[in-house]
Antibody, heavy 123, light 107 residues
Framework: QVQLLESGPGLVKPPETLSLNCTVS??????????WSWVRQPPGKGLEWIGY???????HHNPSLKSRVTISVDTSKNNFSLRLSSVTAADTAVYFC???????????????WGLGTSVTVSS | EIVLTQSPDFQSVTPKEKVSITCRAS??????LHWYQQKPNQSPKLLIKYASQSISGVPSRFSGSGSGTDFTLTINGLEAEDAAAYYC?????????FGGGAKVEIK
């Protein structure tokens, strides 16, 4: 079964760029009806969807993050990545990667999640 | 953006009781509403998809109902292991959004 694992630095200085990878195992990032998302959770708060990418390279991100988000996929490494630029303390959160499937009816819920990786933004 | 409002945001419940959590959408989302359970320091776990469809491996005491703008997650016969935060999520339109969460505590 598909498993996801996030990796990346736990500490990022403002206003640098946060970069995280999500490695897919037990399956292929290229599977056509799979959409690969990033979701974050600030300490003690709820979940926020950051954006997703499709194996074709088509991506969509949350407008609340303006143009700071870049999500990409690397089919040769079977992973996908998140870059969040100009970070501030408000970007401190646990970052999860997750999968949803898409069928004719629409997007399924997120059925596979990574363990999450904690990122602190501080100078 | 579709706003999801969950209520109540906290409840303390005795084991074996019935728990209901509601999720109201700011516009019609059909049945594109999914429910998650998140225990402390864990990833969210998908409980129900498309408002009422069960997920393999999830105990049958968890059920969902609703369509349009009003949805309910029900736990029939709360167990100690159900202490967690519960989130709804809509996939009707982008950006995907989550409700603010509802915490269930065991008395």
């Amino acid at each position: 079964q598909v498993q996801l694992l996030e990796s990346g630095p736990g500490l990022v200085k403002p206003p640098e760029t946060l970069s995280l990878n999500c490695t897919v195992s037990g399956g292929s990032v290229s599977t056509y009806n799979n959409y690969w998302s990033w979701v974050r959770q600030p300490p003690g708060k709820g979940l926020e969807w950051i954006g997703y990418i499709h194996p074709s390279g088509s991506a969509h991100h949350n407008p609340s993050l303006k143009s700071r988000v870049t999500i990409s996929v690397d089919t040769s490494k079977n992973n996908f990545s998140l870059r969040l630029s100009s970070v501030t303390a408000a970007d401190t959160a646990v970052y999860f990667c997750a999968r949803s499937l898409r069928y004719a009816d629409g997007y399924d819920g997120f059925d596979v999640w990574g363990l999450g990786t904690s990122v602190t933004v501080s100078s | 953006e579709i706003v999801l409002t969950q209520s109540p945001d906290f409840q303390s419940v005795t084991p074996k009781e019935k728990v209901s959590i509601t999720c109201r959408a700011s516009q019609n989302i059909g049945n594109s509403l999914h429910w998650y359970q998140q225990k402390p320091n864990q990833s969210p776990k998908l409980l129900i998809k498309y408002a009422s469809q069960s997920i393999s491996g999830v105990p049958s005491r968890f059920s969902g109902s609703g369509s349009g703008t009003d949805f309910t997650l029900t736990i029939n016969g709360l167990e100690a292991e159900d202490a967690a935060a519960y989130y709804c999520h809509q996939s009707s339109s982008l950006p995907f959004t989550f409700g603010g969460g509802a915490k269930v505590e065991i008395k």
